[in-house]
């Protein structure tokens, strides 16, 4: 069981123990993060794409600014990704193939 504060395992008799420090699902660069543990992160300009600690992809394009790109959702596909992201008031999706297997 994870609580705000830390991790801990509850015993079929009552007990508890304490298993350490609350840890994260998703590295700590991860901007925001969905029921999957799918997470999307900038890092010198290039978006990155990963799921619980594996990122899966990374952009080939650079992005301007500290906070380059509003990325709105991230969906993982067997052999492709797609995002959503803002320009201005307009809402874009982008499509990207990948090179993972069997990955996601």
């Known amino acids: ?22 840890t994260r699902p998703v590295p700590r660069k991860a901007r925001a993060y969905w029921a999957d543990l799918t997470w999307y992160a900038f890092e010198r300009g290039h978006l990155l794409v990963g799921r619980g600690h594996r990122l899966l992809w990374r952009s080939r394009r650079r992005f301007a600014g500290p906070n380059p ?30 090179d993972w297997e069997s990955a996601v």
Not at 1 to 22: H, I, K
Request: proline fraction near 2%; charge should be positive.
């Open 69 to 98: 790109v509003n990325v709105g959702a991230v969906v993982l596909g067997a052999r492709e990704l797609a995002f959503t992201y803002y320009a201005g008031r307009r809402s874009r999706l982008y499509l990207a193939g990948t």
């Open 1 to 22: 069981m994870t609580t705000n504060c830390a991790r801990f395992r509850l015993d079929t008799s009552g007990g508890v123990t304490y298993l350490g420090p609350r």
